[in-house]
């Protein structure tokens, strides 16, 4: 048989080939750590088939399956699913899937499908998951004993989920190919009509986002609980083998705490068991398992008010989705964007509370029973961030509010500058710069003194714009009055002090002669000037 997709059991026997290789991996991943545990347990009466039996109960949980304990410790139904189990399970999936992708040539040289690549990719997938449930319905058949009892309905169910969500992932991931020189490039995100696949884009940004505060807060709580986990460690004395295979325990279960730590930041409450909670708010905690991780959960009491400033941390991965989002989108019709938009926050919203769902359960009947987010109080502080984070970026990038407001801060400015410029201006022209004092011009000695030549120089240049004719013209007699103010006449006032000169000691407000320039030179002028208006020498 070709694998071209011209036969339809060549897809339906790769994808039960992959299914079986799949689930042996899973059951090797707990079959061996519970028999290193049963081998190097010194102190454990346990035999080998009921370490089998228990790593079969454990696969049972992993795939998000429920069992029924009777051991007279704890007694009912298990429902708490290890997340890093699942995770991991998930992930075996997703490879054996993108292999037989592969194998299949879905995608043609010129990075199109080719002919029947989806009933050829649908084939695998349906017969990958019918192999793999009907595999974890059965494991969870073997797994029955005394003490134990896996549910094999919710085996069966849950394996089944766990094959579609993971093979899906991994025939998707079997389409991506980088480009080269010859062959285009093909993103499974592109392949997604526009713009949910820009939306999906942007809700795995934010989701990882989400995921990594989440991790990063327990982290830092179990780095700050180290002497108490410690104390713990000691008291149970597991040895190497055993402290090995409780450290396999914690790593399968400290993605539970992430997203438990996610719902504490985001607002929510996460209930400890039976009136026991934990919030932002405080923390309400009992009597807990012996587990040295859960040494991190804070002692019973409130909380300080700065551990409210936490909710920033999960509004910045939504908002680096948004941000993304509203480029991607930015060349689309503004139908498309707005739908963009809203889609988006409610995808975010939907997959959190799936997390979220998920991730709760239960030990037994007593004061475990109820472990894991409280949703009720999760639901509206979730839809207030996404709602918020986006509607703000969307607000900033996505609108004129942006390039308004650089607007108004450049014209702020330049009216500040004005108005500073403005106050100043008056400032400096009451103040000045200071000038130097022009010389002082030297009294006369008398009345009929001879001038010197520069103020006759002077009154000369002061007289020319007076006289229409030189002073020898028949126009202009010898006894004219503005005759008088010709050089050779010593006795005018004019040529006494420069007018230059005389307005420089008024200015300056010298004091001529024990009298005030300005007060001599008014003094010189009426005297000079006659009833009729024409100036008069002054008498000797």
Known sequence: MSSTGDSIATPLVRGALAAALSLGTALAVVVVPALAAQVAGTRSTASVLDAIIIALNVLVLGHGGGIILSTG?????????????????????ALGMRRVGRALRLVRDDGVLRLRALRDAGGALGSYAVVYAIGVGVLAGIGRSIDTSPVVTSAFVSGAMVAVLGGLTGLLWSLRREATSTVPGVRVLDLLPSPYGDVARAALIALLGLLCVGLGTTVV??????????????????????????????????????????????????????????????????????????????????????????????????????????????????????????????????????????????????????????????????????????????????????????????????????????????????????????????????????????????????????????????????????????????????????????????LDGEVVNGQDATDASTDHERDAEGEDGINRPAES
Do not use: C, K, N
């Open 73 to 93: 410790v704890i007694d009912g139904s298990v429902t708490l699913t290890p997340f890093g189990l699942l995770a991991l399970l998930l992930v075996l999936a």
């Open 221 to 506: 709580m179990l780095l700050v609980s180290v002497p108490a986990q410690s104390s713990l460690f000691e008291s149970l004395d597991p040895g190497v083998t055993g402290g090995l295979v409780l450290t396999l325990v914690q790593l399968a279960l400290l993605p539970l705490l992430a997203v438990w730590a996610l719902v504490v930041v985001a607002g929510g409450t996460v209930g400890l068991g039976t009136t026991t909670e934990l919030s932002l708010g405080g923390s309400e905690t009992g009597v807990m398992p012996a587990l040295p991780m859960l040494g991190a959960i804070p002692g019973p009491g409130d909380f300080p008010g700065w551990t409210w400033v936490l909710l920033v941390l999960p509004v910045i991965p939504i908002a680096l989705g948004a941000v993304r989002l509203v480029r991607d989108v930015a060349d689309l019709e503004r139908r498309d964007r707005i739908t963009a938009w809203i889609a988006y926050p409610a995808v975010v919203v939907v997959a959190v509370l799936l997390l979220a769902g998920l991730s709760t359960g239960g030990i037994g009947e007593g004061r475990l029973v109820h472990l894991g987010p409280q949703m009720g109080s999760f639901l509206l502080p979730l839809v207030g961030l996404a709602v918020l984070a986006t509607g703000g970026v969307i607000g900033v990038l996505a609108t004129p509010l942006l390039p308004w407001a650089r607007t108004s801060m450049t014209s702020l400015r330049a009216r500040v500058d004005r108005a500073e410029t403005s106050e100043r201006a008056p400032s400096e022209t009451r103040s000045g710069p200071t000038l130097p004092a022009p010389p002082r011009p030297a009294p006369p000695s008398s009345a009929g003194s001879s001038t010197s030549p520069a103020s006759a120089s002077s009154a000369a240049s002061a007289a020319e714009p007076a006289s229409s004719a030189t002073p020898g013209s028949p126009g202009t007699p010898a006894d004219s009055p503005v005759s008088a103010g010709s050089p050779g006449y010593v006795g005018s006032p004019i040529s006494a002090r420069s007018p230059a000169s005389a307005e420089d000691a008024v």
